[in-house]
């Protein structure tokens, strides 16, 4: 999540609200909640506190939509990198944009990381937690259904637990990446890729070994 300048007047209010939100995003994988207000996210964005005051009656309302932000961002990225694709290729392509192969991701992780946090004691924000999980869940389950519809994976698996259990993955592997910068690496994410697609055409944990763990992490 790059800082870019203030939009100019003659742009839109969705344009100016879009980089408060985003400069919100930013700030917070960096700084935590605790390191945000309605100060510290005018002075990153650029602006006065009086228009992020404009666009966002309370900090609340500004946090919720930063957290919005972050899950439709995902949202609209991997729809770009699935198009036409269907079954396990589409589920590839889902992977490769929810793991942190960018720096930008790995933002995206550390905020929901924060909001994730926060659902034990905010309902809201646990309601959104949980619509953004099964939103995930649901094109997970799609990808493999299809996937054994034709032929791609063997009819012995179970295609809810598995979907489940590929979610869980991603979540875990993802999580790890922030604190573990040798993870965050291609080839690294690619072989964890591989190893998840192998479990499910061979329904066998055996297909979890690839390549070489100590040369390859």
């Not at 609209?76 to 720096?103: H, I, K």
């Not at 309601?127 to 799609?142: C, D, G, K, P, R």
Request: charged fraction near 25%.
């Amino acid at each position: 999540m790059t800082r870019t300048p203030f939009p100019k007047v003659a742009d839109t209010a969705h344009e100016r609200r879009t980089h408060i939100i985003e400069a919100t995003a930013a700030l917070m994988a960096r700084a935590g909640l605790a390191g945000i207000s309605v100060r510290s996210v005018a002075e990153h964005a650029g602006c006065s506190r009086g228009l992020v005051e404009h666009y966002f009656n309370s900090k609340a309302e500004l946090l919720a939509a930063a957290d919005l932000w972050v899950n439709e961002s995902y949202l609209e990225r991997v729809a770009n990198a699935v198009g036409d694709r269907r079954g396990l290729a589409a589920l590839e392509a889902r992977l490769r944009n929810l793991l942190p192969y960018t720096e930008s991701v790995l933002d995206e992780w550390r905020v929901r990381l924060e909001f994730w946090r926060q659902a034990g004691v905010n309902s809201t924000t646990a309601l959104h937690n949980s619509e953004s999980f099964y939103a995930a869940y649901e094109q997970i389950l799609t990808d493999v259904r299809h996937a054994q519809a034709h032929g791609e994976i063997p009819d012995s698996i179970p295609l809810i637990e598995s979907s489940e259990l590929v979610l869980f993955f991603v979540i875990g592997i993802a999580t790890a990446c922030i604190t573990t910068e040798r993870l965050r690496q291609q080839r690294p994410l690619d072989r964890r890729i591989e190893m998840i697609l192998g479990m499910l055409k061979t329904d066998t944990l055996a297909a979890l070994r690839i390549g070489d763990p100590e040369i390859e992490f």
